[in-house]
């Protein structure tokens, strides 16, 4: 079955450090990726996606991912972080075709030092 | 604005009970999907719509009914059927592309006391 992965289950990072949080898909023709982020309580945020073309994306909140095929992975960073970036992140794939539905990750869950 | 809303935020529940979350959405999508969460486990889908008038099962439907009368709204009915109903309860829409982008709700925590 297709799956996603996301290998850190928590991290802690210091504010201003540099972050990055893995994710690796399992293999599929045309895979459709995202990041979103929750914080406790709350809905999922989109943080940026990816379809095709340019295999560095950018999104909201000064976050990027780099996919990368080979290695089927779609992992998620930040150069500085702060301490409202504290909240859980799902990575997310569909695979091409309008009925394809959404698999997600289990998630990280990021807590920020000051 | 347009969003999606759900009500209410909290829900108890005594066993044994249905009841039923609403979700409703203000962004013109066709698309309308519910999520179950629990701690460590990621999202989990329990029933999406792609258009008013139908759904399908998603990955873990077993206790759970939906109904889709109106494209804005996608209420999600938990039974007694459903063994372990305490959780999170998410609700999404999307257009039917191929590139469409799930956008979710605020969430709905439902306990079963």
């Known amino acids: 079955a297709q799956s996603v992965t996301q290998p850190d289950i928590h991290i802690t990072v210091s504010e201003g450090a540099s972050l990055e949080l893995r994710c690796n898909y399992s293999?599929?023709?045309?895979?459709?990726l995202f990041w979103y982020v929750q914080s406790p309580g709350q809905g999922l945020q989109l943080l940026l996606k990816y379809f095709s073309g340019d295999t560095l994306v950018q999104g909201i909140k000064g976050f990027e991912a780099e996919f990368k095929r080979s290695q089927s992975s779609f992992n998620l960073r930040k150069p500085s972080v702060h301490w409202s970036d504290a909240a859980e992140y799902f990575c997310?794939?569909?695979?091409?075709?309008?009925?394809?539905?959404?698999?997600f990750g289990k998630g990280t869950k990021l807590s920020v030092k000051p | 604005d347009g969003g999606i809303t759900q009500s209410p935020k909290y829900l108890f529940r005594k066993e044994g009970q249905n009841v039923t979350l609403s979700c409703e959405q203000n962004l013109n999508h066709d698309a309308m999907y519910w999520y179950r969460q629990d701690p460590g486990q990621g999202l989990r889908l329990i029933y999406y719509?792609?258009?008013?008038?139908?759904?399908q099962k998603g990955d873990i439907a077993e206790g759970y009914s939906v109904s889709r009368e109106k494209k804005e709204s996608f209420p999600l009915t938990v039974t007694s059927a459903q063994k372990n109903p305490t959780a999170f309860y998410l609700c999404a829409s999307s257009n039917r592309g191929r590139t469409d982008t799930q956008y979710f709700g605020p969430g709905t925590r439902l306990t079963v006391l």
């Open positions: 719509s792609q258009i008013v008038n139908d759904f």
């Open positions: 997310a794939v569909k695979y091409g075709g309008s009925q394809g539905n959404l698999i």
């Open positions: 293999y599929g023709a045309t895979p459709y």
